[in-house]
């Protein structure tokens, strides 16, 4: 029991893992080669910072804090369970988040002429701590599913040996569940998962909405007024 439990946790860490190379592999392009980035997200990334920063000056922090609660636990939900398209959409979220916020470094380097540790430690990494890990494990869960689901197809089709007794009792076949239902398994540890997952972007939205725009505004002044 010991050794299934290690194999199902070292199966998500791979994929946290490759998650994590993704989006890494994503912010360092976004980061140092903006020029070729630009057409493709540079425009939907501009309107996307007006329309947060114009939504933002008018609500009140309980809106402001509620917002950004839904739209990442409904971007961690939606990793999870859109994984099941083979992992492909997880995947390709962590390259484009990490294009993006790569991006968006620049652009602030840019602007400001400031070291770009500033907009990373100031903006970036006191929600990400728990954002980024709450993402970075919701699409490991989706990556998982993902496999899953090949996991599953594979099973359906390998040839069956008879289930039952003659007497109609259940043969022992050795499977555990996991192996016997890949994908039963595996959506089941996403249902357990996303609470926790859920639980930590509350706690990167409190910190997002009330501490990270006084950090900013310490750290870059004048940041918000570009």
């Not at 470094?105 to 890990?133: C, D, M, N, R, Y």
């Amino acid at each position: 029991m010991k050794e299934v439990g290690y194999q199902r946790r070292f199966e998500i860490r791979i994929y946290f893992v490759f998650g994590l190379f993704l989006l890494v592999v994503g912010f360092l392009i976004g980061w140092l080669h903006p020029a070729r980035v630009s057409q493709q997200i540079g425009p939907a990334l501009k309107q996307l910072a007006q329309t947060m920063e114009h939504n933002g000056a008018q609500l009140p922090w309980p809106h402001e804090w509620l917002l950004l609660l839904l739209h990442n636990a409904g971007t961690a939900t939606e990793l999870a369970l859109f994984g099941l398209a083979f992992g492909i959409f997880p995947a390709y979220s962590m390259w484009m988040n990490g294009l993006v916020s790569g991006y968006a470094v620049s652009l602030v380097v840019q602007a400001k002429g400031v070291p770009a540790w500033k907009p990373i430690v100031f903006g970036l990494l006191p929600h990400g701590i728990f954002e980024l890990t709450a993402i970075l494990w919701a699409a490991a869960l989706g990556i998982g599913n993902g496999m899953a689901l090949f996991r599953a197809i594979g099973h359906a089709f390998r040839s069956e040996t008879p289930t039952r007794t003659a007497d109609g009792q259940r043969k022992n076949t050795g499977e555990s569940f996991r192996d016997a239902h890949p994908l039963r398994f595996s959506l089941l540890r996403t249902a357990r998962s996303l609470p926790i997952i859920w639980g930590m972007l509350v706690i990167a939205a409190t910190i997002e909405s009330a501490i990270t725009p006084h950090l900013i505004a310490w750290g870059i002044p004048n940041l918000q007024s570009h």
